[in-house]
């Protein structure tokens, strides 16, 4: 999904019911991927941690697509407003909480706990899928993959998926 300026301007437009046809024509595709993930209950992120923290491509997707007043909002819009984003009958989420996100995430060191060097990408991955009522943090961290022995590596990660597998499937069936 593209975001550039013009997008943001176009959205600042709308929320100002200065917005133009022309503007909402160019927010469209953002508003469609924003609302998509309004839409789903459970979010899957597969990532490498790059320089410590989110990759480039991972963190345009989130910046582009995570947007104040269409997947999360202080306060409830005024029931007077007549130019929103979102269009009468479209699921508009309010932080709605318990909603699943798993990330499996990958690093070349390791990350002891108190130790000098920091994990930024899951802490940042938990806190702004949680504004979005993505409360349920599940995390499979895949750690010093330059010096582990290739073969502990894998069969942890296929313990740890196994096991973030069954606890994901009794948190759906309990929703449903």
Known sequence: VSYRLEHAMAKLRILSSKGSEEDKQLF?????????LNAVDVVLIATPMWNYSTPYV??????????PGINFEDEPPPSNKKDTLVQPGINFKT????????VISSAGAAYPPGGPIKDMLNPYLQQIFALMG???????????????????????????????????????????
């Open 134 to 176: 993505f409360t349920q943090f599940h995390n499979i961290f895949i750690q010093n993959t330059m010096r582990a022995d290739k073969k502990e590596s894998i069969a942890w990660t296929l313990q740890e998926a196994e096991r973030e597998a069954k606890e994901i499937g009794k948190l759906l069936q309990i929703q449903n």
């Open 95 to 102: 932080r709605t909480e318990g909603r699943i996100i798993l």
């Open 28 to 36: 469209e595709p953002v508003l469609r991927e924003a609302e998509m």
């Open 58 to 67: 991972l963190k345009q997707y989130i910046d582009a697509i995570v947007q």
